[in-house]
């Protein structure tokens, strides 16, 4: 059964700063990785999805994989207030369905 | 179009009642799921369809039934009602096409045992 583990935070950062959200998972043979942001009381939304190790940068957000390590993080340059949020990393199974992290809690402090 | 539509939105049910959570998409989707999400944690997988007339068992299936007699439905029935399935449940699809767009999540249903 495929297991991901998350750094449980809460993790706070200033306004401007750099937040480093971090996931491994247990599967070796697992493909893809997801990284979804989760507003209190919304659904997930998926923002960023990586398939080869090394990094993938959308505007201000770097998803990093590292196959070898099993780890798999994200970064979020220039923190905003509207950032807030619980981010969720996820692995894909066969029939495409989502193993899910337990989530990080960020807050983003003007 | 409409997207994932599940209804209700809020419902509180006394232990050992039943109901069914009503889950739609207006996409054409072989792929269907249902999500489970306790307070602070990820969210878990109950049941899932490849396509109508096919279910499967996700992670956390006691407790829950499921049956997909079309592509558009995915209902999620709970028979006896527990405390431990007070809970944020999420349906979602995905497009079989090849293509590794993310699955589509409704609003969920909030709801509370007691």
């Known amino acids: 059964q495929k297991e991901v583990e998350q750094n449980s935070g809460p993790l706070s950062v200033p306004e401007g700063a750099i937040a480093s959200l971090n996931c491994t998972y247990s599967d070796r043979g697992s493909q893809s990785f997801f990284w979804y942001r989760q507003y209190s009381g919304k659904s997930p939304e998926l923002i960023m999805s990586?398939?080869?190790?090394g990094d993938k940068e959308d505007g201000r957000f770097t998803a990093q994989l590292n196959k070898a390590s099993q780890y798999v993080s994200l970064l979020i340059r220039d923190s905003q207030p509207s950032d807030s949020a619980t981010y969720l990393c996820?692995?894909?199974?066969?029939?495409?369905?989502?193993?899910f992290g337990s989530g990080t809690q960020l807050t983003v402090l003007p | 179009n409409a997207g994932v539509t599940q209804t209700p939105k809020f419902r509180i049910l006394k232990i050992g009642q039943s109901m069914t959570l009503q889950c739609t998409q207006d996409m054409n989707h072989n792929y269907m799921y249902w999500y489970r999400q306790d307070p602070g944690m990820g969210l878990k997988l109950i049941y899932y369809?490849?396509?109508?007339?096919?279910?499967d068992k996700g992670e956390v299936p006691n407790g829950y039934n499921v049956s997909r007699s079309t592509t558009e439905d995915f209902p999620l029935r709970l028979e006896l009602a527990a405390p431990s399935q007070t809970s944020v449940y999420f349906c979602?699809?995905?497009?079989?096409?090849?293509?590794?767009?993310?699955?589509?999540f409704g609003d969920g249903t909030r709801l509370s045992i007691l």
């Open positions: 996820a692995v894909i199974g066969s029939a495409r369905q989502l193993t």
């Open positions: 979602a699809s995905w497009n079989r096409d090849g293509s590794n767009q993310p699955q589509h």
């Open positions: 990586i398939y080869s190790n």
């Open positions: 369809s490849v396509g109508a007339g096919i279910t």
